[in-house]
């Protein structure tokens, strides 16, 4: 599933090529997870310009110039393909044509990828948000009592950040996975607020470096630990897996345990 620097990059290369664009029509291929009807999509976006395309946590969000917002949500397998005047891809889940031919089409062979209008905000800060500062970690882990790699999937708490990056935060703030959030002590918080940062950092830049223009797929060739090809850690220690709430958790005995 695409996370959080794999949709940063997709939002700057799709700004590259639609931004200021008037959108002609939006058509819905495959309404299974749609709960907007293709009415109302069009009533809000049909004739409008596109203004901004920013990521939200784990959802990609058009805006345009009468502050309508057209979210949209890979899931799992979901991808996005620029095509000229006709869409030509298999298994379309949405198309947005602009008026000078250019076209979008959202993809998923397994019809889950969906698409909403004006989504809500869901409350919780994204993970490079100024909003998701020190304080506001230390506050929120002192509260729970859950595994900290259940936490940094809980949306609810931080958005963006999924199952791979998670182990690798985890590994390069020396945390496991196991750990109960409020037994961690602070200098260790400390220590993940900032590799939070890092690592989605990093990774955005690697993402970028290898394909420049990228809009859909995922380039995991640089992963600490998270990685079924990968025996060793950066470090030379071997990385074990194990479940974590019905996730395969990729980790080194170098992450201390707190409980």
Same mark, same amino acid.
């Given at each position: 599933?695409?996370?959080?620097?794999?949709?940063?990059?997709?939002?700057?290369?799709?700004?590259?090529?639609?931004?200021?664009?008037?959108?002609?029509?939006?058509?819905?291929?495959?309404?299974?997870?749609?709960?907007? @009807?293709?009415? #109302?999509?069009? *009533? !809000?976006?049909?004739?409008?310009? &596109? %203004?901004?395309?920013d990521r939200?946590?784990?959802?990609?969000?058009?805006?345009?110039?009468?502050?309508?917002?057209?979210?949209?949500?890979?899931?799992?397998?979901?991808?996005?393909?620029?095509?000229?005047?006709?869409?030509?891809?298999?298994?379309?889940?949405?198309?947005?044509?602009?008026?000078?031919?250019?076209?979008?089409?959202?993809?998923?062979?397994?019809?889950?990828?969906?698409?909403?209008?004006?989504?809500?905000?869901?409350? @919780?800060p994204d #993970?490079?948000? *100024? !909003?998701?500062?020190?304080?506001? &970690? %230390?506050?929120?882990?002192?509260?729970?009592?859950?595994?900290?790699?259940?936490?940094?999937?809980?949306?609810?708490?931080?958005?963006?950040?999924?199952?791979?990056?998670?182990?690798?935060i985890l590994?390069?703030?020396?945390?496991?996975?196991?750990?109960?959030?409020?037994?961690?002590?602070?200098?260790?918080?400390?220590?993940?607020?900032?590799?939070?940062?890092?690592?989605?950092?990093?990774?955005?830049?690697?993402?970028?470096?290898?394909?420049?223009?990228?809009?859909?797929?995922?380039?995991?060739?640089?992963? &600490?630990?998270?990685?079924?090809?990968?025996?060793?850690?950066?470090?030379?220690?071997?990385?074990?897996?194990?479940?974590?709430?019905?996730?395969?958790?990729?980790?080194?005995?170098?992450?201390?345990?707190?409980?």
């Amino acid at each position: 599933m695409p996370e959080l620097p794999d949709l940063q990059a997709f939002s700057k290369n799709l700004s590259k090529k639609l931004l200021h664009k008037k959108l002609k029509t939006i058509t819905v291929e495959n309404a299974k997870k749609i709960t907007t @009807s293709q009415a #109302a999509l069009r *009533k !809000a976006l049909d004739g409008e310009k &596109l %203004e901004s395309i920013d990521r939200v946590g784990k959802t990609l969000q058009f805006r345009f110039a009468n502050d309508h917002v057209l979210g949209m949500h890979l899931m799992l397998h979901g991808k996005l393909y620029f095509f000229k005047d006709k869409n030509e891809e298999k298994y379309p889940i949405v198309t947005l044509l602009f008026e000078d031919g250019t076209g979008l089409v959202l993809t998923d062979f397994q019809g889950a990828a969906h698409i909403m209008l004006d989504p809500e905000d869901k409350g @919780s800060p994204d #993970a490079m948000d *100024k !909003a998701f500062s020190l304080k506001y &970690l %230390e506050d929120l882990l002192s509260k729970k009592r859950v595994t900290i790699k259940q936490f940094l999937l809980d949306q609810h708490n931080v958005q963006g950040i999924g199952n791979a990056y998670a182990d690798d935060i985890l590994w390069e703030a020396r945390i496991s996975p196991f750990s109960v959030c409020n037994k961690i002590p602070a200098a260790a918080v400390k220590k993940l607020h900032k590799a939070i940062h890092d690592v989605l950092t990093r990774a955005e830049k690697n993402i970028l470096k290898s394909d420049p223009d990228i809009i859909n797929g995922e380039i995991r060739d640089f992963m &600490l630990v998270h990685s079924k090809k990968l025996k060793e850690s950066p470090t030379g220690k071997p990385i074990e897996t194990s479940a974590v709430g019905g996730r395969t958790t990729y980790y080194t005995e170098e992450q201390e345990l707190f409980k």
